[in-house]
């Protein structure tokens, strides 16, 4: 069964540095997804494109996130500099076009000190 | 997108069902009700959605009532793998804008 691919699954780093998340969607999905999930509370949408365009990135903090999908297909999420508050796990997420059904990923669980 | 209201959490005993409430009294004639779980340190897992009707895939079934107002999510025999946080979101059909909007969700326990 197909299956979003996010790497690294854990990562750590200090305050100030900068950190990239990476994301490969089902193959064919034309539609992806950032999450952020604070423990102990549900995921939030950071951001969603379809192919390389960005359909809504309104909950996107800009001034130090950054996503891009360059060939629409897979895609990098970044935070320079990462703060405390951004310890967290980010979820990509993918849909098919005739679909409307989101299929997650394993998470990337960020950990900033 | 409508919200919905859940306990914040539930057991059951492991070989029973599970039913799993869901309230969203102010959902749209267009919007999906759809359930996923979150094992813990995954990523949330689809489980089902439906418009109107009832349906049931392999792992659950969902019954909303007819004025949709309200769901039920149900796990026919309940495992204790299946102990996860589970989440009823709902949200409009037809792409666009469409990240999902996810409560606090129902942390169903099941007990041995």
């Known amino acids: 069964e197909a299956e979003v691919a996010q790497s690294p699954r854990y990562k750590i780093t200090e305050k100030s540095q900068a950190v990239a998340f990476w994301c490969d969607p089902i193959?064919?999905?034309?539609?992806l997804y950032w999450y952020r999930q604070i423990l102990g509370q549900g995921p939030e949408l950071l951001v969603q494109?379809?192919?390389?365009?960005?359909?809504?990135d309104s909950q996107l903090p800009k001034d130090r996130f950054s996503a891009e999908r360059l060939k629409g297909v897979d895609s990098t999420l970044k935070i320079q500099p990462a703060e405390l508050g951004d310890s967290a796990m980010y979820l990509c997420?993918?849909?098919?076009?005739?679909?409307?059904?989101?299929?997650f990923g394993p998470g990337t669980r960020l950990l900033v000190l | 997108d409508a919200k919905t209201t859940q306990p914040p959490s539930m057991d059951c005993a492991e070989g029973r069902a599970a039913n799993l409430p869901c309230n969203h009294s102010?959902?749209?004639?267009?919007?999906?009700v759809y359930w996923y779980r979150q094992i813990h340190s995954q990523g949330p897992q689809y489980i089902i959605h439906?418009?109107?009707n009832n349906e049931t895939n392999e792992m659950a079934s969902l019954i909303i009532t007819e004025d949709r107002k309200s769901s039920t999510l149900i796990l026919p025999h309940a495992t204790l793998r299946d102990t996860a946080v589970y989440y009823c979101?709902?949200?409009?059909?037809?792409?666009?804008?469409?990240?999902?909007?996810f409560g606090k969700g129902t942390h169903l326990i099941i007990q041995p």
């Open positions: 997420a993918s849909r098919g076009l005739a679909q409307e059904t989101q299929y």
């Open positions: 193959s064919g999905h034309a539609t």
């Open positions: 494109f379809q192919d390389e365009s960005v359909v809504d």
């Open positions: 102010t959902i749209s004639g267009n919007e999906y």
């Open positions: 439906g418009l109107k």
């Open positions: 979101i709902v949200r409009v059909a037809g792409g666009g804008a469409d990240g999902l909007t």
